[in-house]
């Protein structure tokens, strides 16, 4: 089971589905954190505004319930980001207040994450890469933060806070809910049309519509999704947090080519994902490919080689999902006043700080009020489609395999790969 799930430490609240045909001023289809930042937003803009979230399954079924819980100011490519950052940094302070006012479970705590060096390869490409505001760790001020067996030095930023994911979102849908927002659960929306959204036993009537079901989206060119798999321990003694560290909470990474990224758990567990799942032909998403067995072993080992203390401790939770990768890796956040429909995602695994900020964009967007953030590089950003099949398939898992063989490289020979070299002009998993 998923950790989160497991750990809410109270039972979700079940609500009813979409049984009559109703009207709105505007329906949000997908209640996890894009849908419902849109709809906080829209509230706070406008408090008469009658709001329906229509959401296939329960709250935080999509990835808003099982993610890694970096709240962080990470953006999937480089284009635009210069002028999107300080927006991010803001929307992960908003977020903090947020938490500390309504939820306090949800355990936001802003301590910057830490990426870490093992190989000389790793070294070369942080120490390439470090931007002002970043600090350079020698391997003693790494070391003091986080115990990994065989760190060279790390990379410190600030902007990056961990989060409990589970109570944060279905936090917000309680605050939503009470300002008088009407969610409806289990209620798949399966047409939309300008004005019109319809489920398999009632619609809603609306003049704006919101997409927010990230990498549930329909057209398989639009996306290719990624498998992202994690694994949590049962809660550590103090003995072995005093070997590992991370008094602060700060979320961590290993500077490999393959995503991978660890946070100390409110519950004291060590919870880390990974990617390395292989893509399923069509853009298809199972079920059973979150639970990949030799993906959730792989991070294990990765685990064991960071911290072998844990090698005595047991791994109670092993889950995944899937993140949407656009083509050209460019995160959208789209509103046509013509036909009234809205959408927003493609986050590449970057999708808590920046949802909050998409469905901020759009209610400012929807609602036709001033900010600087509706005129932000990803705003009606249209991104290419992905290559038809057979390519999209032999491509996106070639990259995955070659990933995985540029970190191999880099183990073995300790120089830059020439491997990464080739693929990062090609595409990255
Ligand atoms: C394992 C994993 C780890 C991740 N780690 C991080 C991390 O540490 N930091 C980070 O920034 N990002 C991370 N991400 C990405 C991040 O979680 C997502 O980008 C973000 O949560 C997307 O939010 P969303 O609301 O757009 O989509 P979702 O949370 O996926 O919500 C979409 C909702 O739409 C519903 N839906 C779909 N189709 C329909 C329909 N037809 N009708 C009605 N409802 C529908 C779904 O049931 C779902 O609840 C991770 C993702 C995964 C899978």
């Not at 210069?82 to 302070?93: G, M």
């Not at 070391?143 to 902007?159: E, Q």
């Not at 639009?222 to 049962?234: F, R």
């Not at 083509?327 to 013509?338: E, S």
Request: proline share 5%.
């Amino acid at each position: 089971m998923n950790l989160w799930d497991d750990t809410l430490f109270y039972n979700p609240k079940e609500r009813a589905s979409l049984a009559h045909d109703i009207d709105a001023d505007v329906v949000v289809i997908g209640g996890g954190f894009t849908g419902l930042w849109s709809a906080y937003y829209l509230k706070s803009l406008d408090s008469t505004l009658r709001i329906v979230i229509l959401e296939g399954e329960r709250i935080g079924f999509g990835a808003s319930g099982r993610n890694g819980g970096w709240c962080s100011a990470l953006y999937p490519t480089s284009a635009g980001y210069a002028d999107i950052r300080p927006h991010l940094i803001e929307s992960i302070d908003e977020i903090g207040s947020f938490a500390r006012e309504h939820a306090p479970e949800v355990g936001f705590v802003k301590s910057g994450t830490i990426t870490i060096a093992r190989n000389r390869a790793q070294l070369a490409r942080i120490q390439g890469a470090t931007e002002p505001h970043q600090t350079y760790l020698s391997k003693g001020a790494l070391l003091g933060r986080i115990g990994v067996k065989g760190a060279l030095g790390g990379l410190y930023t600030p902007d990056c806070a961990v989060i409990h994911p589970g109570r944060l979102v279905r936090a917000l849908a309680q605050y939503v809910e009470n300002s008088g927002v009407t969610i409806y659960e289990k209620s798949r929306v399966e047409t939309i049309e300008p004005s019109l959204v319809k489920t398999k036993t009632a619609s809603v009537r609306a003049n704006s519509i919101i997409k927010a079901t990230e990498v549930f989206s329909q057209n398989p060119r639009s996306h290719a999704p990624i498998y992202s798999l994690m694994v949590a321990t049962e809660p550590l003694s103090e003995e072995i947090w005093n070997e590992i560290g991370l008094a602060h909470r700060e979320t961590f990474s290993e500077a490999l080519h393959l995503v991978n990224y660890g946070q100390r758990t409110i519950d004291n567990r060590l919870a880390v994902g990974g990617r390395g799942a292989r893509y399923l032909f069509g853009s298809k998403l199972r079920a059973k490919r979150e639970m990949e067995y030799r993906v959730h072993q792989e991070i294990i080992e990765l685990v064991h080689k960071w911290f072998p203390a844990l090698k005595r401790a047991k791994f109670t939770h092993r889950w995944g999902g899937a993140v949407s990768i656009p083509r050209d890796w460019h995160p959208y956040i789209n509103w046509d006043r013509t036909s009234g429909i809205a959408r927003a995602g493609g986050y590449s695994g970057d999708g808590v700080t920046l949802s909050h900020l998409a469905g901020k964009t759009l209610a400012h967007l929807i609602l036709e009020k001033e900010h600087p953030i509706t005129a932000l590089p990803h705003v009606n950003w249209r991104n290419p489609l992905w290559e038809p099949e057979p390519l999209r398939w032999l491509g996106v898992n070639g990259s995955v395999l070659a990933t995985d063989l540029a970190d191999r490289e880099e183990d073995f020979t300790r120089r830059p790969s020439l491997i990464a070299k080739t693929l990062n002009s090609f595409i990255r998993v």
